[in-house]
């Protein structure tokens, strides 16, 4: 028995870090996928092959490469709730560049999570969120869940602490993702914003406020299709990024770039490194792209997916 399921990459497209103090942000898939193949084998092993290397254990043993344990976990949960008397084989093939905030690994536990329960039954989307969520868990204890959701049922999504509503209008601008490849733990990046508001409490408070207007103007602009007001949006939401501290002398550098030819472009994720999104014309994107060839990074164009989950 074969079960194969693929999943989109995702962005936050406004209000990181504020969202970590109730303001609402907004997140979308974009069309890069990982995807995940399941094999039941009568082995009784678990063997995962991926960009983050190969391992095969016994069905009681732990592996040792801590970024397999969510597909460990799945395997390992499958196995006991379906009574299998062998084993399974994963197979994780991605076209999401790694640990820079585009949600590689909620995609990877979303693609999982549906591949391997696939094997044995089908369940529904929100199962398979909740159990991806779990996966996740165990390398992100205190995943707000947020990316698997976005994962899961693709497209646009508000999110606050309290919960999650999908945005169904399904607007068609283009992006352009910058990888800065500079490597940032998200950990370090919130703890360096609770320092600014700390100190600054008054103002944090005041951004606050101003980040809640932008997500209302945000739903408008896409109501109206108005990418220009859009990528405006997304300039005046990186000012705040900077002024919290989460953006540095070559994320500014990029955008700066980046900022001549498009709409607008801002941090996504915690910021210090990572990536950058703009929205900008098609017409623009080639010389967007070439216009960053001298920083030597990876960069690409992406469109919104509206496909989310996918299984085969
Ligand atoms: O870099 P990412 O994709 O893990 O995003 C972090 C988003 C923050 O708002 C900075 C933190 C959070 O938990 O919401």
Same mark, same amino acid.
Request: with cysteine; hydrophobic share 40%; glycine share 8%.
């Given at each position: 028995?074969?079960?194969?399921?693929?999943?989109?990459?995702?962005?936050?497209?406004?209000?990181?870090?504020?969202?970590?103090?109730?303001?609402?942000?907004?997140?979308? &898939?974009?069309?890069?996928?990982?995807?995940?193949?399941?094999?039941?084998?009568?082995?009784?092993?678990?063997?995962? +092959?991926? +960009?983050?290397?190969?391992?095969?254990?016994?069905?009681?043993?732990?592996?040792?490469?801590?970024?397999?344990?969510?597909?460990?976990?799945?395997?390992?949960?499958?196995?006991?709730?379906?009574?299998?008397?062998?084993?399974?084989?994963? +197979?994780?093939?991605?076209?999401?560049?790694?640990?820079?905030?585009? %949600?590689?690994?909620?995609?990877?536990? /979303?693609?999982?999570?549906?591949?391997?329960?696939?094997?044995?039954?089908?369940?529904?989307?929100? #199962?398979? *969120? #909740?159990?991806?969520?779990? @996966?996740?868990?165990?390398?992100?204890?205190?995943?707000?869940?947020?990316? *698997? &959701?976005?994962?899961?049922?693709?497209?646009?999504?508000?999110? $606050?602490?309290? %919960?999650?509503?999908?945005?169904?209008?399904?607007?068609?601008?283009?992006?352009?993702?910058?990888?800065?490849?500079?490597?940032?733990?998200?950990?370090?990046?919130?703890?360096?914003?609770?320092?600014?508001?700390?100190?600054?409490?008054?103002?944090?408070?005041?951004? *606050?406020?101003?980040?809640?207007?932008?997500?209302?103007? /945000?739903?408008? @602009?896409?109501?109206?299709?108005?990418?220009? @007001?859009?990528?405006?949006?997304?300039?005046?939401?990186?000012?705040?990024?900077?002024?919290?501290?989460?953006?540095?002398?070559?994320?500014?550098?990029?955008?700066?770039?980046?900022?001549?030819?498009?709409?607008?472009? #801002?941090? &996504?994720?915690?910021?210090?490194?990572?990536?950058?999104?703009?929205?900008?014309?098609?017409?623009?994107?080639? $010389?967007?792209?070439?216009?960053?060839?001298?920083? +030597?990074?990876? *960069?690409?164009?992406?469109?919104?997916?509206?496909?989310?989950?996918?299984?085969?």
């Amino acid at each position: 028995m074969i079960s194969k399921a693929s999943a989109p990459a995702k962005i936050i497209l406004f209000g990181e870090h504020f969202v970590v103090y109730d303001v609402k942000a907004i997140l979308a &898939t974009i069309n890069k996928r990982i995807t995940v193949t399941s094999e039941t084998t009568a082995e009784p092993t678990i063997s995962i +092959q991926s +960009q983050l290397g190969d391992i095969k254990i016994g069905i009681l043993e732990k592996n040792t490469i801590p970024e397999l344990r969510p597909f460990e976990f799945l395997a390992k949960k499958m196995i006991k709730e379906f009574s299998h008397k062998g084993g399974i084989k994963i +197979q994780i093939e991605s076209d999401i560049p790694y640990g820079v905030g585009l %949600g590689s690994s909620a995609a990877a536990c /979303v693609a999982s999570a549906a591949s391997i329960s696939g094997l044995f039954t089908k369940y529904s989307k929100d #199962k398979i *969120c #909740k159990l991806a969520i779990e @996966a996740e868990k165990t390398i992100f204890e205190n995943t707000s869940g947020a990316d *698997c &959701t976005v994962c899961t049922f693709g497209g646009i999504i508000e999110y $606050d602490k309290s %919960g999650y509503q999908k945005i169904k209008l399904e607007p068609d601008f283009n992006l352009v993702i910058v990888n800065s490849e500079i490597i940032h733990r998200t950990k370090d990046v919130v703890s360096k914003v609770l320092q600014f508001k700390n100190n600054n409490a008054a103002r944090f408070e005041e951004l *606050c406020v101003k980040e809640s207007e932008i997500i209302r103007k /945000v739903k408008i @602009a896409i109501e109206q299709k108005d990418y220009k @007001a859009l990528g405006s949006l997304i300039k005046e939401n990186q000012v705040y990024l900077k002024e919290i501290g989460v953006s540095n002398d070559t994320l500014d550098g990029i955008i700066q770039t980046v900022d001549k030819t498009s709409y607008g472009s #801002k941090i &996504t994720g915690a910021g210090g490194g990572g990536c950058i999104i703009s929205i900008a014309e098609e017409s623009a994107i080639d $010389d967007i792209i070439r216009k960053l060839d001298k920083y +030597q990074i990876q *960069c690409f164009a992406a469109k919104i997916d509206y496909r989310g989950l996918e299984t085969f």
